[in-house]
């Protein structure tokens, strides 16, 4: 109970779901799975045998025997129940590690398992708490009336103000428009790869609301589908690819294979639900939505006129596959839970998430940026206000400090006015400053009384 409070503390003081959260207790990261397993002779030998295996499965299909070898060697790693049952942790460091040993273990039977996450499970309860008070945040924000002003062209603007947000989005936005040299095209893997740095590090309170910022008007609905700089990342300049040959490149990478596997797993429609997610949680399925776009898999806006979403691909040419093309089509075109995920995000009345009433809305740090830019000046200039009065008093008992050590009279600290100068302490000093005779005095009082000895 103290870790999940903890936890849940954790989530509200940032506004979201934090785009890199700790796995929970009792959930144990791959990459510590993998080095319990190193430590254990017959298990490190069977993870190295099929690691083996994937690494030449990546280069030729392997032959009947081989892969019955790899079999035997996986399912004599189903006794080390660590491997079997390890997560991964959503854009940590460790990520590319950790999916490497996530997707190893599970070759070859379960390694066309792309329905199930390898992703840390997230409790659904504390999913409902974050989940209410983050869409209640984001939505609040994007509900509230701008006197008909580009939803999307506020969200940018407010991404500006802040300092991470407009940095990672111009870094993203200069890989995706730099032109490769000698040639027209841009570099996809640095897009991408800007894209996913940009969803990982910024908070959802802006990147959301980029991505699924509310139109009503075309040129609002252009500057939404152009947010991802769909020319590099999205889009192919010759001719739109099979959806099948876009999975199989995809399954190709273990970034790609998961975040495709998430996305299966948290964005699964159901009817019978009133969110129309089997799991409940339209937040979770815009997580996994957008853990999508910077692999092969991006997808992005069809039109500037409506909140469709896919992937670039078609099914031509699919032959006796098109059904298993449509389903992959379908995983975004006809996806109830994706869609009303989407449309909530932009709703002025949004659906409450598990019948729980959302909180009253609350004023976003980055909407009304007038009033916090003068606001933030304000308490700086009381910060350096404060700061500076405070330097000046050390300074003071610095001083103090130093002349009752050395026994010396310290300087005036006040101005001498007509109240302070009547003052029973100043009179004392004018007193004593009276009644005793200074050098100057004595010593001319002697050269008198000489003169006056000499002249005698």
């Known amino acids: ?25 009792g959930t144990l990261d791959c990459v510590e799975a993998v080095e319990e397993c190193m430590s254990e002779p017959e298990c490190e030998k069977l993870y190295r045998q099929l690691d083996y295996c994937v690494d030449e499965e990546a280069v030729a299909t392997l032959t009947p025997d081989a892969r019955q070898a790899c079999g035997d060697a996986q399912n004599a790693l189903l006794h080390y129940h660590s491997l079997q049952e390890c997560k991964c942790q959503r854009g940590s460091r460790r990520e590319p590690t950790c999916l490497r040993v996530y997707w ?36 609040a924000v994007s509900s509230l009336p701008l006197d008909g002003q580009n939803r999307c062209l506020k969200a940018a603007q407010d991404c500006g103000l802040f300092e991470k947000c407009g940095a990672l989005r111009s870094e993203y936005v200069l890989a995706c428009t730099k032109r490769v040299m000698g040639s027209e ?36 609905g252009e500057r939404r589908r152009k947010t991802i700089v769909p020319s590099c990342s999205y889009e192919e300049r010759d001719t739109q690819p099979n959806c099948l040959h876009l999975e199989t ?9 998961s975040r495709l596997a998430d996305f299966q ?3 699964q429609p159901s009817p019978h639900l009133p969110s129309g997610c089997l799991r409940e949680s339209g937040a979770v399925c815009l997580k996994a939505y957008a853990g999508l776009i910077g692999t092969i898999m991006t997808p992005n806006y069809v039109s500037n006129s409506s909140t469709e979403v896919s992937q670039w691909c078609n099914c031509e040419g699919s032959g006796n596959k098109w059904q298993e ?40 740090p980055h909407f009304q940026h007038d009033e916090l830019h003068v606001s933030l000046l304000s308490d700086l200039n009381s910060v350096e206000e404060s700061e500076e009065e405070k330097q000046e008093e050390e300074e003071e008992e610095e001083e103090m400090e130093a002349a009752e050590e050395f026994n010396v009279i310290p300087p005036f600290l006040d101005k001498a006015t007509v109240t302070n100068l009547g003052g029973t302490e100043t009179g004392r000093v004018q007193s004593r400053a009276c009644s005793t005779p200074g050098p100057m005095l004595m010593l001319m009082l002697l050269l008198l009384l000489l003169t006056t000895l000499s002249w005698g």
């Open 1 to 25: 109970m103290i870790s999940l409070g903890i936890l849940l503390n954790l989530v509200f003081i940032r506004g979201s779901l934090s785009s890199v959260i700790p796995l929970f207790p």
């Open 104 to 139: 190893t273990v599970r070759f070859p039977q379960g390694y066309d398992d792309i329905e199930t996450s390898p992703y840390e499970d997230i409790e659904l309860e504390l999913v409902r708490n974050s989940e209410t008070s983050k869409l209640a945040s984001i939505v």
């Open 185 to 220: 095209r841009c570099n996809r893997q640095k897009c991408h790869r800007a894209l996913r740095r940009f969803l990982e590090r910024v908070p959802e309170e802006y990147s959301f609301s980029l991505l699924f910022c509310s139109c009503n008007d075309p040129l609002c």
């Open 249 to 257: 490149f995809c399954l190709r990478d273990d970034l790609c294979r």
């Open 265 to 267: 797993q948290n964005c």
């Open 325 to 364: 093309c449509l389903r992959i089509l379908h995983m975004f075109t006809s996806n109830a839970c994706l869609r009303n995920a989407i449309d909530n995000m932009g709703s002025s009345n949004p659906r409450p998430v598990e019948g729980t009433p959302l909180p009253p809305p609350r004023p976003s």
